[in-house]
């Protein structure tokens, strides 16, 4: 299974989400590739931080990239149950051309106009890759991220309503909220589920956790409209 993270706007948590949908994964028993295809490298200096940590934490794979990475997903995607590409801004071209052989597409989007602006910006190109994608539908869907965790905030809404109602965009059921544990996580090269239980947060744990259930339960009910 593909799964690409990607959003031309920087910042709004795509290699947070690489990173820790790969740990996740790779902590239950998945073969998984993660491939960093944003020249600012931050999910490989994850991957080397990982890397050295003791007792080593479940393996997550890792290849140079050549130029071409939607030859090299397509090429590794057999050998592996789980590739995972992060692409931002940069890597444009990755983005569209990873698309097209998505199972999934997530597209991480925090409260604010430019990220949203860039969002909807995102699913006007994806769109235009539906007649390239094998289902002819590029399977792509926004995330909230960094949702205020006050419950009488409106911003969840807000987006939440403007993106599906007045874009026509799918949103993802699972929201991820602002806490300190998605950078405390970045910074010791672990998923959130792996941090010590010093630093441990249940409920960053969970979302995560509950964006992976959400996604696996996607991609199984287009595997078997497929097949049908
Ligand atoms: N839910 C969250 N709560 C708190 N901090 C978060 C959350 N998600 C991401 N962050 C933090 O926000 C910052 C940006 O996240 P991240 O690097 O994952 O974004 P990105 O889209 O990959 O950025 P870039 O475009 O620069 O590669 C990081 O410091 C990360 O730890
Ligand atoms: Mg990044």
Not at 120 to 136: E, P, T, W, Y
Not at 165 to 170: K, T
Not at 177 to 200: F, T, V, Y
Request: aromatic content about 4%.
């Amino acid at each position: 299974m593909i799964v690409l993270v990607a959003n031309e706007k920087g910042g709004v948590g795509k290699t947070s989400v690489a990173v820790n949908l790969a740990a996740l994964a790779a902590s239950d028993g998945v073969r998984t590739l993660l491939l960093d295809t944003d020249p600012n490298g931050s999910t490989t200096g994850w991957l080397a931080t990982r890397g050295e940590v003791t007792p080593p934490p479940a393996e997550i794979f890792t290849l140079m990239l050549t130029t071409n990475a939607a030859r090299m997903v397509a090429d590794q995607a057999g050998h592996y149950e789980l590739v995972i590409v992060d692409a931002g801004a940069a890597a444009w071209d990755t983005l569209l051309s990873v698309s097209r052989q998505a199972d999934l597409v997530v597209v991480p989007v925090t409260p604010g106009q430019f990220e949203v602006d860039s969002t909807n910006r995102v699913f006007d190109s994806l769109r235009a890759m539906d007649v390239k994608h094998i289902r002819g539908k590029v399977p792509a869907y926004a995330l909230l991220n960094q949702i205020p965790t006050n419950a009488k905030s409106k911003e969840e809404s807000e987006l939440r309503g403007f993106l599906a109602n007045d874009c026509g965009i799918p949103v993802l059921t699972t929201v991820l909220r602002n806490r300190k544990a998605w950078r405390e996580c970045s910074k010791a090269g672990l998923g959130i589920h792996e941090m010590p239980a010093s630093q441990a947060d249940a409920k960053s744990a969970a979302e995560i956790r509950a964006l992976y259930v959400e996604l696996a339960a996607i991609a199984a009910a287009d595997a078997q409209l497929t097949q049908e």
